[in-house]
């Protein structure tokens, strides 16, 4: 429950600190977009109202809404006041018309182009001109009467409208905010008066990529500084998770010690309590008795001590000496099998040769014997069975030792070999959680490998693999 908790508040942090780091980001960007060659953008827009002082969208543009609005404004002003069915249908008709003199008769082009060279400006720099709006104005009290705007329908292609009105001329494909250079409304008067509203965009292309690239620095600094807080939140959960397991297998371990100390130890006390009483004293068989347990439960103390010492000490006292592989493990089967009961059987099936190999005979003794212990001590099997043998293969020998037990769940299967750690909680079931790490040891100072193959229900074969390179073959 609390590695999910932990998890979870480690996720939801990171979540929220990628959020405010993208927003920041993302701020960053925008701000650098909007002001993105903004000393451009204001030369563009003053050379542009120099261009056209005393007209509209362009030079002679604002010839061509004044004769289309005065010939129609009595018209609009009739309709208006009488049917205004009639009025939206003449104000949809008067709009197209003045739109497509408006494109037909542009001459912005030439102002655009004049404006780039006079101000030795980039000759990559596109533009768009948009018609946004037209008001109208008959009478003061009725106020401005809008006869055309975004929502007004009209027979323009999609191709030619955009958010902020009808494309007028220009090549550039995405107007934004950012782009605009001038949002203009200016009045005209007639007989009546009229107002109407236009935009120049102007903008490079692959602005964005541009404004990207310049951007390159922070988004690299947040990458870094993303990954560096992944890493020290991934370095801290892995160490917070090895402090757990080793708090865990400690605590197993004191456990295990506790058990396996606290036993012999009582045994001792009392069979010592025994020997002073007067009566047993007297009883030579009975004193017999009590001595020989004491000696047993101090050699199994002095052998759970040894086993700890010897995980230490190991590594400062390896002694290899050329071996034959078949007689020194035959040996140990001879002794072993004193220990088993029938039906239990343990068996050895030698090589068929004598197979030389430079090992350390005490050392590679336990490390057998280890294996063996745990062959037995956890198999519930109704006859246990342990078998040993020898096969070949390319790279060197591989000594098997392969039980019938209760076989090896796969989330131990990784951890048997880890120092203190039991697989088996039942405290009936003796050991420290060392025999199994001081194999591992062992094989390492030879140099040799090991391998595991289990099945649960079906039992676990264990692999010790010693090179050709370590081996003479007589």
């Known amino acids: 429950m609390k590695d999910r908790i932990y998890k979870a508040v480690v996720l939801v942090s990171f979540l929220i600190l990628l959020l405010v780091q993208f927003r920041l980001t993302y701020n960053s960007y925008v701000l650098r977009d909007r002001d993105y060659s903004l000393k451009e953008k204001t030369l563009i827009n003053d050379e542009y109202g120099r261009s056209i002082p005393e007209d509209k969208v362009y030079k002679g543009g604002g010839k061509i809404i004044d004769s289309i609005l005065i010939k129609n404004m009595p018209a609009l002003k009739n309709a208006y006041l009488s049917n205004r069915h009639e009025f939206i249908k003449l104000s949809q008709s008067v709009s197209n018309s003045l739109l497509k003199k408006l494109q037909k008769e542009s001459t912005m082009d030439s102002v655009f182009q004049s404006i780039v060279k006079r101000n030795g400006l980039d000759s990559n720099l596109q533009y768009l001109l948009t018609f946004q709006q037209i008001d109208i104005n008959f009478d003061t009290k009725i106020g401005d009467i809008t006869i055309f705007n975004n929502h007004t329908p009209t027979g323009f292609k999609a191709d030619q409208k955009t958010p902020f009105g009808i494309i007028i001329d220009g090549t550039l494909t995405h107007p934004t905010v950012q782009n605009r250079i001038t949002n203009l409304s200016v009045s005209g008067n007639l007989v009546y008066n009229y107002r109407i509203t236009f935009n120049l965009f102007v903008d490079q292309p692959g602005r964005t990529l541009k404004v990207a690239y310049q951007m390159l620095p922070t988004f690299l600094l947040v990458a870094l500084c993303i990954l560096i807080i992944v890493g020290i939140n991934y370095y801290t959960y892995i160490s917070w998770m090895r402090q757990k397991k080793e708090t865990d297998i400690k605590s197993d371990f004191l456990n295990s010690i506790k058990h396996e100390f606290n036993t012999p130890i009582t045994t001792i006390l009392l069979a010592s309590k025994s020997l002073h009483e007067n009566e047993v004293l007297s009883d030579r068989n009975r004193v017999n008795t009590l001595v020989n347990i004491v000696e047993r439960q101090a050699r199994r103390l002095h052998s759970h001590i040894n086993q700890m010492l010897g995980v230490s000490e190991m590594n400062n006292h390896i002694n290899l000496e050329e071996t034959d592989l078949n007689y020194i493990v035959l040996t140990l089967v001879n002794d072993y099998k004193i220990k088993i009961q029938a039906p239990d059987r343990l068996t050895f ?126």
């Not at 090589?351 to 519930?380: C, G, R, W």
């Not at 001081?438 to 074969?461: F, N």
């Open 349 to 474: 099936d030698p090589y068929d040769s004598e197979i030389l190999v430079m090992l350390d005979p005490f050392v590679f003794t336990t490390m057998l014997q280890n294996i063996i212990d745990n062959a037995f001590k956890h198999n519930q099997s109704d006859v246990k069975i342990t078998m040993i043998f020898i096969t070949k293969s390319k790279d060197g020998y591989t000594l098997h030792i392969k039980d019938n037990g209760k076989g090896i769940e796969a989330d131990v299967k990784e951890k048997i070999f880890d120092k203190f750690f039991r697989g088996v909680k039942d405290n009936t079931v003796s050991g420290l959680g060392l025999g199994l790490y001081y194999v591992k040891q062992c094989l390492d100072i030879h140099g040799w490998k090991i391998s595991i193959r289990t099945t649960p229900e079906q039992g676990t074969e264990f692999l010790v693999h010693i090179p050709v390179n370590q081996i003479n073959i007589n």
